[in-house]
């Protein structure tokens, strides 16, 4: 069966050298071949005559011959593509650059060793062993203008210091610049130490390992079954409990000389209603405790009397002692008597 | 408070700097991955690609599930992969009963979607399925020439679109010289129908002819499909225009006052305005103004002298 196409007679194709390319916008299909084969070798037909379209106007270019074989220099191509990133912005000249630029200073170039006078050596200008190192200097003269507290050394230290705090502080402020129009160094990235936080600048502080343990915890009480139940991460270790450690005692148990809660009720009510009085109170311990009190009243008194008139102590009256527990007896046993 | 973050190795700053925008740009690495489900042929497909683009491509192998290109929230996890490997072109492929065997081309304009073309994968033929001789195999990484064949590339819209980014897919890197001895592959897209297109992989082998021209021969070896363009998605206007941008474009800014001459070379024009010559103030000054101290003092000394003479008379 014979296929119907429309061919143009000339072959205006679309050849762009740049990219390889060849298009033919004049070939319809407008019925398909009944086989695939046939519109394989059909496409393959259309495919080689473009092919050899680019490959004419490819080989015509003038060429160089190479080891591998003849290099040719391709002309730009002429189809356009969308950028995959966006334009590279200029870098803005930093503040010293504009400075020196409008006085008309110009950078010169430095060597990287200096004719060292002192050792007679070629030194380093920057680094390790290098030429005028702040370290090296062994005597730095007074002058008039010293006050006489400060430490010539220490002071060169801190005015290296901070020389060297303002030029981090010039350098970040040029790179925040350059930043704001978009025009940041790759290598470079500006990162935020803290939040901005209102108010003080106060850095968020930093919760230890335990606090963090307990917060989960914390959270988990707030269910009904005090967190119990929770789905828990893999390795998350069960919640430490909060509060004294409650026993109480089991429901169901067999009556016996180890009932626990008979032991329980009885020791009790031992210590409320006690049959034995001075099973309560420590008899001597209270005495002792009352006459030392008193002696140490006693002693105060006559030291203050001592102070005023020296006259003899030994001959002052001893108070009578009145034992208090006597009381206590009868009351006990009044109680005992009411139940 | 800002810190200033730098590379501290070698290596790492020079990855960055080749991540860096560029004013000319070389190739764009492609991205291929997949969705919740694919098919047999689908993974065919998208292996075949990878092997294509062996030296510029990164091949995805898991299943990701919240990737949806053409739905607005599920492009965040392809802009990130994006990111990360440095890829502008991706190739995301799934299966689904609605849409069987789905391709979905994509490019992105700063690590962000740019545009989309959805294709449906149709009888398909993998490389191992087409016998040839061995020694013409195409090596890997050789720019290929690209034919396009239809008047469907020019008409439909879809076609038009699909074309522009079969091209960014198969060109490979953008050179300036090129050896032509290591010409050896084309790829050949024609528009069948108004919205179908078939496209094969070939190699090419050269044969004499009376001139300089060698005569092209096409054996098809590579991966053939049946592209059935489903979906697709165009920039919006103001970010075309700013990914069609290049370096020439920008408008020189024209210096006022300075016009170059072939004899003198750069002439510029210095415009002085006219002098005022009453109101400039004198730098040091001049001798009227001495002369009037002297006589102003000698004026003085004289009345205190006529002063005292009239004292001493009196």
């Not at chain 1, 420590?282 to 009190?293: D, I, P, R």
């Not at chain 2, 990878?50 to 990164?58: D, I, Q």
């Amino acid at each position: 069966m014979e296929m119907e196409m429309e061919m143009e007679s000339q072959k205006p194709f679309h050849v762009d050298v740049g990219n390889l390319l060849a298009f033919n916008p004049f070939r319809s299909f407008p019925s398909l071949p009944a086989s695939r084969d046939e519109l394989v070798k059909e496409c393959l037909q259309e495919g080689t005559k473009l092919v050899q379209a680019v490959a004419d106007s490819l080989f015509n270019l003038p060429s160089t011959e190479d080891v591998d074989g003849p290099l040719v220099k391709l002309p730009p191509p002429t189809s356009k593509l969308p950028r995959e990133k966006h334009l590279p912005k200029p870098k803005p000249p930093t503040k010293w650059e504009e400075f020196a630029k409008k006085k008309g200073i110009q950078n010169r170039k430095k060597d990287k060793v200096v004719w060292d006078e002192q050792t007679g050596t070629w030194k380093r200008r920057f680094g390790y062993d290098r030429v005028n190192d702040d370290k090296d200097i062994p005597i730095i003269e007074a002058k008039m203008t010293d006050e006489p507290g400060v430490d010539p050394f220490a002071k060169r230290q801190d005015d290296k210091k901070k020389r060297v705090e303002k030029q981090e502080k010039n350098r970040l402020q040029n790179l925040k610049q350059a930043a704001k129009i978009g025009a940041l160094p790759s290598h470079v990235q500006l990162a935020a130490t803290s939040l901005p936080i209102t108010g003080t600048q106060a850095p968020p502080k930093k919760v230890t390992k335990d606090e963090l343990g307990n917060v989960a915890g914390m959270a988990a009480t707030s269910t009904a079954s005090g967190g119990k139940f929770d789905r828990k991460l893999p390795g998350e270790k069960p919640a430490k409990k909060q509060g004294k450690h409650r026993k109480f005692l089991p429901v169901v148990e067999g009556s016996g000389i180890g009932s626990r809660e008979k032991e329980q009720t009885e020791s009790v009510l031992n210590k409320l209603i006690s049959k034995h009085s001075h099973e309560i109170l420590n008899v001597g311990k209270a005495v002792t405790m009352y006459n030392v009190k008193k002696e140490k009243k006693a002693r105060n008194k006559r030291n203050q009397e001592g102070k005023s008139s020296s006259a003899t102590n030994k001959l002052k009256p001893k108070k009578q002692l009145q034992k208090k527990t006597g009381k206590k007896g009868p009351v006990s046993s009044k109680k005992v008597k009411a139940k | 408070m800002m810190k200033i973050k730098t590379p501290r190795n070698g290596r790492v700053r020079r990855e960055l700097e080749k991540r860096a925008p560029k004013l000319v740009e070389t190739g764009k690495k492609t991205l291929i991955l997949q969705g919740t489900k694919t098919s047999g042929t689908l993974n065919g497909v998208l292996s075949e690609i990878y092997h294509l683009k062996k030296g510029g491509a990164v091949r995805f192998t898991r299943k990701n599930d919240n990737i949806r290109p053409f739905e607005s929230g599920g492009e965040t996890s392809l802009e990130f992969f994006s990111l990360k490997t440095d890829c502008s072109i991706f190739v995301y492929g799934s299966h689904s009963k609605k849409r069987p065997n789905n391709l979905v081309i994509g490019r992105m304009y700063d690590h962000h979607v740019y545009d989309l073309v959805e294709v449906g994968v149709e009888n398909f033929k993998s490389i191992e399925s087409f016998t040839y001789d061995k020694k013409m195999a195409p090596r890997v990484g050789s720019k290929p020439f690209i034919a396009f064949v239809g008047e469907g590339f020019e008409n439909v819209d879809e076609l038009k679109h699909l074309k522009e980014v079969l091209l960014d897919l198969l060109r490979g890197e953008v050179v300036e010289n090129i050896n032509l001895a290591g010409l050896d592959r084309a790829y050949v897209c024609t528009a069948i129908s108004s919205n179908k297109v078939y496209l094969t992989h070939c190699a090419i082998r050269l044969k004499k002819s009376g001139t300089v021209v060698p005569r092209m021969e096409l054996v098809e070896v590579g991966p053939s499909m049946d592209l059935v363009v489903r979906r697709h998605r165009l920039p919006n206007e103001g970010l075309r225009k700013e990914a069609m941008r290049t370096a020439k474009d920008q408008p020189k800014k024209k210096i006022k006052n300075v016009s170059s001459d072939a004899i003198e070379g750069t002439i510029g024009k210095i415009y002085i305005p006219d002098q005022k010559v009453g109101d400039v103030a004198l730098p040091n000054k001049a001798k009227g103004v001495k002369r009037e101290r002297r006589e102003a003092k000698k004026k003085e000394a004289n009345e205190r002298a006529s002063k005292k003479q009239k004292e001493e008379s009196e």
